[in-house]
T-cell receptor, first 118, second 113 residues
């Protein structure tokens, strides 16, 4: 697609429910990243993929959080048994290539999915 | 561990005035540095980046930033601010060997007419 697409844009759920957030990266982009942004703060890294392989999940806060990218394109971030502290904007980004030296090319961010847990 | 500090949470400038947004980073090696802008209801957009070479970096929308290793700073500047520049600005640092960006807390810019 033309840009990174995330759905749903807004999600309100009750504590204890599971939530799935979807990211559709720019077509052909190799790398896909998930970030979480609390109100009034900068984004925090959660995890990232190269193609379908999850390369780093060190930012996932606990085992209720998981992510997958089974076919190397669309990714889903799943939060099980949601808690109020999970309320935040969840941002997805993708990049075309991984540059020499290890750093990815420019990250293109989606508009985010705002999660509110009541 | 790497970290980024943006000391100013809010800044208000008059339209046409110059702007400088401060960013200080902590990183043990040569950093990769970025400035992103976030407009309401939109995703983060890259303004400029520093990987190596010339320490004065030009970006989009008339922005520039200067990498000062001795001060661990990467301040963003614009000579004349436009009302459309009102947004939140984030500085970020990336590790040479990884893809994780560490963002600062952001500076919200307001522009007075």
């Amino acid at each position: 697609g033309a840009g990174v697409s995330q759905s749903p844009r807004y999600k309100v759920t009750k504590r204890g429910q599971d939530v799935a957030l979807r990211c559709d990266p720019i077509s052909g982009h190799v790398s896909l990243y998930w970030y979480r942004q609390a109100l009034g703060q900068g984004p925090e890294f959660l995890t990232y993929f190269n193609y379908e392989a999850q390369q780093d999940k060190s930012g996932l806060p606990n085992d209720r959080f998981s992510a997958e990218r089974p076919e190397g394109s669309i990714s889903t971030l799943t939060i099980q048994r949601t808690e109020q502290r999970d309320s935040a904007m969840y941002r997805c980004a993708s990049s075309l290539v991984r540059l020499a030296g290890g750093l990815a090319g420019e990250l293109f961010f989606g508009e985010g999915s705002r999660l509110t847990v009541l | 561990a790497q970290s980024v500090t943006q000391p100013d949470i809010h800044i208000t400038v008059s339209e046409g005035a110059s702007l400088e947004l401060r960013c200080n980073y902590s990183y043990g090696a040569t950093p990769y540095l970025f400035w992103y802008v976030q407009s309401p209801g939109q995703g983060l957009q890259l303004l400029l980046k520093y990987f190596s070479g010339d320490t004065l970096v030009q970006g989009i929308k008339g922005f520039e930033a200067e990498f000062k290793r001795s001060q661990s700073s990467f301040n963003l500047r614009k000579p004349s601010v436009h009302w459309s520049d009102a947004a939140e600005y984030f500085c970020a640092v990336g590790a040479r060997a990884g893809n994780m960006l560490t963002f600062g807390g952001g500076t919200r810019l307001m522009v007075k007419p």
